[in-house]
């Protein structure tokens, strides 16, 4: 699954993450009279990983590393079946049962908009859900009719779905994305213009020829640097200063008082970056760790995350939504966690569960389905990622306003 101001994956230290256990998915597929039906397409959501039931209607999947995943079952005629669960520490079997779909619902759509109106709405639609960025202008939904859009103009909300995979070329990354949309929601009458997506994604590599696959790896590698995923990876690993990360606790503007600002020490103490979050991290095992957020809200409205390693883009600083520094920090990508829930679970390869739990602002909430990579994707040997250098020593600047 994907989630806008999401999501998304993978740890540097891959020898560590390959020697882990792994376990089998299995499943048969029938139609509700529980008859077995062969060559239906079966994958796993956010990965390149597709397989089809044999002629008794059963699939596998292999070498499966603990995680969350979503299994996703399509078949003409019925209707698309999706099950979310967690592999933790044994092999997971599954029967899934078909309904027969009704295709003339599915095709008929009452819609009184016009034509010209679908026009301008859906350009809005592309640019929220691709995004603005240079790899975005080189991504393409080549069935844009399957979108289905409704706009509403009172309180100017944006919603849209699907009920067929768009199709996504994505020519900056060198990927073929299949993605079942079930939710967008473009509220532009939230300050920030709250942007949010869900839905399940498939990967295909495109074929290209040496050239082309160089620059993909390059591309793949510079997007995944710095990205939400990089980010998971390296907190699930407690690594985040050594990967280039640097995360600020931001206090709650009610726990600002005239001492605090008046006492260089303890402004200190609130905006100089945390070594880590191992106050709100627990373990659960050796794959999973819980991130308490409940905990985090108590001292804090949200995270500030820093990649140092790079600056942001023209581009960005052009379109995107930059987030502004309420004291001094050093140079990089800046964006913000805003937490929607009381805790998430973190799993070794990066992924979390439940998806909904965090927005993104700033820099992770530029880049949309343009940047996105398989939850699977690694660095490929020999591409070293770049060394870290020592950061610099934050200094105190100007505080956010508080009160009236």
Request: with cysteine; charged share 25%; aromatic share 12%.
């Amino acid at each position: 699954m994907r989630k806008l101001l999401c999501f998304i994956i993978l740890f540097i230290c891959i020898g560590a993450v390959s020697a882990q256990q792994t376990y089998t998915i299995t499943g048969i597929v029938t139609d509700d009279k529980d008859a077995p039906i062969p060559g239906a397409t079966v994958f796993i959501g956010d990965s390149r990983k597709v397989t089809a039931s044999d002629s008794e209607g059963r699939f596998t999947f292999t070498q499966m590393r603990p995680g969350n995943y979503n299994v996703v079952v399509k078949m003409i005629g019925y209707e698309i079946l999706q099950h979310a669960f967690m592999l933790q520490n044994k092999d997971a079997k599954f029967r899934f049962k078909l309904q027969e779909s009704n295709e003339m619902l599915n095709t008929v759509e009452i819609n009184a908009m016009s034509l010209a109106e679908r026009k301008r709405l859906l350009a809005i639609f592309m640019e929220c859900f691709l995004g603005r960025s240079k790899n975005a202008a080189q991504c393409k939904i080549l069935n844009t009719d399957d979108i289905k859009l409704r706009f509403d103009k009172k309180n100017n909300i944006l919603t849209a779905n699907s009920s067929e995979f768009l199709i996504i070329e994505n020519k900056a990354l060198g990927y073929r994305m299949k993605y079942l949309l079930n939710n967008f929601l473009y509220d532009r009458s939230i300050g920030n213009n709250l942007i949010f997506f869900d839905g399940t994604l498939f990967f295909e590599d495109m074929k290209g020829n040496p050239r082309q696959q160089k620059k993909w790896d390059v591309e793949r590698v510079t997007t995944y640097l710095g990205s939400v995923p990089h980010y998971y990876r390296s907190l699930f690993s407690n690594t985040l200063e050594e990967n280039g990360f640097l995360t600020y606790v931001v206090p709650n503007p009610k726990s600002f008082n005239s001492k605090a600002i008046l006492n260089p020490d303890m402004l200190l103490k609130y905006f100089m970056p945390v070594g880590d979050l191992k106050r709100y991290i627990k373990d659960v095992d050796d794959n999973f760790k819980s991130f308490n957020l409940g905990l985090l809200t108590k001292d804090s409205t949200e995270l500030y995350v820093l990649y140092t390693p790079k600056n942001e883009p023209a581009d960005f600083k052009e379109r995107g939504n930059v987030v502004y520094r309420a004291f001094k920090m050093p140079a990089g990508q800046l964006s913000i966690i805003r937490p929607t829930a009381d805790s998430l679970l973190i799993s070794r390869s990066g992924d979390i569960t439940p998806v909904n739990s965090i927005l993104f602002v700033g820099f992770w909430g530029w880049g949309q389905a343009a940047a996105f990579l398989p939850s699977d994707y690694m660095i490929p040997a020999g591409m070293e990622p770049p060394k870290i250098p020592k950061k610099a020593e934050a200094t105190v600047g100007p505080l956010p306003k508080v009160g009236n």
